[in-house]
């Protein structure tokens, strides 16, 4: 019964990391497409020809702010960082008391 209860703990801790994979790969995608979005912007501020292309550059940056404080909200109480990094989380969940059972690295493979 209790190798059966850690083999489960084990599991979920794996599918906790996969996610927090994932949400960090989405944070860094919003943030990459948001440094393209400024680029174009510092790139055709000066041309008066592209004033709706301006216009579309300001509705994307302000729709990538808002994904990525809601991904990753400075606010939120949490025990971890997500940004820290993949290791970071993962250096966390295990030094967590409640995670004590779990003693040995976990690797999880690569979502892409």
Known sequence: MIKQ???????????????LDRRV???EEVRAMNAQTDDIKKRTVANPGAKELQAT????LKRC?????R???????VAYDVLAGRQGALSSIRRSPRAGV???????????
Do not use: K, W
């Open 102 to 112: 779990t003693r040995s690295p976990i690797t999880v493979p690569n979502a892409m």
């Open 25 to 27: 790969d989405d944070i």
């Open 57 to 60: 550059v300001a509705a994307v």
């Open 71 to 77: 991904m990753h909200n400075p606010e939120a109480e």
């Open 65 to 69: 702010d808002e994904l990525d404080h």
């Open 5 to 19: 209860l850690l083999r489960m703990l084990r599991h979920a801790q794996i599918v906790i990391i996969a996610a």
